[in-house]
């Protein structure tokens, strides 16, 4: 198996370099570029095509979220997980829509932010239980009263998939716990992704939990 490329972002040298001296820790992990500013990442990450991007939000002139949405635009297949201080309701909801498929404070464990890169790079999404509290009483207080998907009715093996998505699992490990192979894992995940009105499993395990579909 080759080694999970990685690009790093964050306008602060100091932060960078501990950062990329700390992944490098890893022997599955290579770092293949660093950059301090959101126009330079899009740069990097179109140039190195990385496998994970590690952004912060803060950066000068555009910010994470703008870089989230011009990677979108531009169909990058990189997926990014943002790593940063903010843990307020809009960033977090604005990372999520522009298509984050992490979300990690800073300040976390090592093993944890070493955790998240695999399972994103994997396939699996995750949201630590902070910042997915967050999100989901932001849904709350924009939905209450309005169910964001009226209707929607999944069958109980959409249900298992599901509560496994909202675990970080990826596709492989799905088809593992249920004994199922993973071209039937896609296509459940790909029903699961209809009904709800979402594009990827960050935005579906939100969505889910936010309508009631499941409890993170």
Known sequence: MGRIRI???DDHP??????????????????VGEAGSGVDALT???????????????????????????????????RVIV???????ERIIAAVESGAAGYLLKGAPRSELFAAIRIVHGGGSLL????????????????RGVSETPGVSLTPREQD?????ARGKSNKEIAAALGVTERTVKFHVSAIFTKLGVT?????????????????
Do not use: C
């Open 128 to 143: 630590q239980p902070l910042v997915a509290s967050t999100v989901l009483r932001h849904v709350a207080r924009q939905e």
């Open 7 to 9: 690009v790093a972002v």
């Open 83 to 89: 790593f940063t201080v903010f843990d307020t309701d």
């Open 14 to 31: 100091v932060v960078r370099e501990g950062l990329v001296a700390m992944l490098q820790t890893q022997p599955d992990f290579e770092v």
């Open 161 to 165: 998939v599901l509560g496994l998505l």
């Open 44 to 78: 990097l990450v179109e140039r190195s095509r990385p496998d994970v991007v590690l952004l912060d939000l803060e950066l000068p002139g555009l910010d994470g979220v703008g870089v989230l949405k011009r990677l979108r635009e531009r169909g990058a297949s990189s």
């Open 200 to 216: 990827n499993r960050t935005e579906a395990v939100t969505r889910a939990a936010g309508s009631g579909l499941i409890k993170l």
